[in-house]
Nanobody, 117 residues
Framework: QVQLVESGGGAVQVGASLRLSCSASGRDFIAMGWFRQAPGKEREFLATIIENGGSTRYSDSVRRRFRISRDHEKNTMDLQMNNLTPEDTAVYYC????????????WGQGTQVTVSS
């Protein structure tokens, strides 16, 4: 069983940067990813990184401002977020999947990001 714990959320002003981190216990997964859910909206995929090779994929909404990275030694995954806007306000979740497919098997508890103007 893999446990994921996010950290690094907070309240910032428009244009600021934040770096979220996800700490994983265990390595039984082939990919990790970041999602977010704003109030009244569905959960939104943001980015994913593959364990074998480190290839990444981003949603169009964040590809120019966010960067996903993985530290295998520390067993963490980060999301660097730049030039934040109020539309980025949401609870951010990290996730991991054990196998190829659309199902994400492990989820963190989420961390709140609030961007004010």
């Amino acid at each position: 069983q893999v446990q994921l714990v996010e950290s690094g959320g907070g309240a910032v002003q428009v244009g600021a940067s934040l770096r979220l981190s996800c700490s994983a216990s265990g390595r039984d997964f082939i990919a990790m990813g970041w999602f977010r859910q704003a109030p009244g909206k569905e959960r939104e995929f943001l980015a994913t990184i593959i364990e074998n090779g480190g290839s990444t994929r981003y949603s169009d909404s964040v590809r120019r401002r966010f960067r996903i990275s993985r530290d295998h030694e520390k067993n963490t995954m980060d999301l660097q977020m730049n030039n934040l806007t109020p539309e980025d306000t949401a609870v951010y979740y990290c996730a991991a999947k054990r196998q190829v497919g659309t199902t994400w098997h492990y989820w963190g508890q989420g961390t709140q990001v609030t961007v004010s103007s």
